[in-house]
């Protein structure tokens, strides 16, 4: 598996992953109809870093890494990731978080902050904590989960 900064020519792609991640309504608060045509400021805009994860030419994953505020906060970074449901399980979230604490300390960040993680997605919440992040706060009943209700989120950080 390679990883990569991501190109034009992977809008496509990327598309397919977001789309399918979002339209679940379980992990980011994206609306789940939202347009193709707000792709690039959610995952493309100029003040953030985008990746892919790909494999024998087809991109499995993607990631960005941006400044969590701006001005005076933006030493420390903020990461989302995505991963294809056909590709999960196969160690390439694993990979991007690797990637991105890595690009994120290249970079001159202090560490990283995940705004809201979403208290159901154990899978995220038990990979972040592997990789030394901390829940550091909650928000009682902070995302409206297509199948559970409301249902708390958490910020996490990790220091670089």
């Not at 959610?42 to 701006?70: C, R, S």
């Not at 904590?129 to 902070?142: A, D, E, L, Y």
């Amino acid at each position: 598996m390679n990883i990569r900064k991501a190109s034009p020519s992977d809008y496509d792609s990327i598309w397919e992953i977001f789309s399918e991640v979002i339209q679940k309504g379980d992990t980011y608060v994206f609306d789940p109809n939202t347009p193709k045509s707000e792709l690039q400021k959610h995952w493309f805009a100029d003040y953030m870093d985008t990746f892919v994860a790909e494999e024998n030419g087809q991109i499995l994953g993607t990631y960005i890494l941006k400044p969590n505020q701006l001005g005076l906060g933006n030493h420390i970074a903020n990461c989302s990731y995505m991963v294809r449901s056909k590709a999960q399980g196969k160690g390439i979230g694993t990979a991007l978080c690797e990637h991105s604490i890595q690009f994120a300390k290249e970079s001159g960040y202090f560490g990283i902050q995940f705004n809201i993680v979403v208290s159901t997605n154990t899978r995220a919440v038990d990979l972040w904590t592997k990789f030394g992040f901390q829940i550091i706060g909650t928000t009682p009943k902070g995302f409206r989960h297509s199948k559970f209700g409301l249902v708390d989120t958490y910020i996490m950080f990790k220091e670089l």
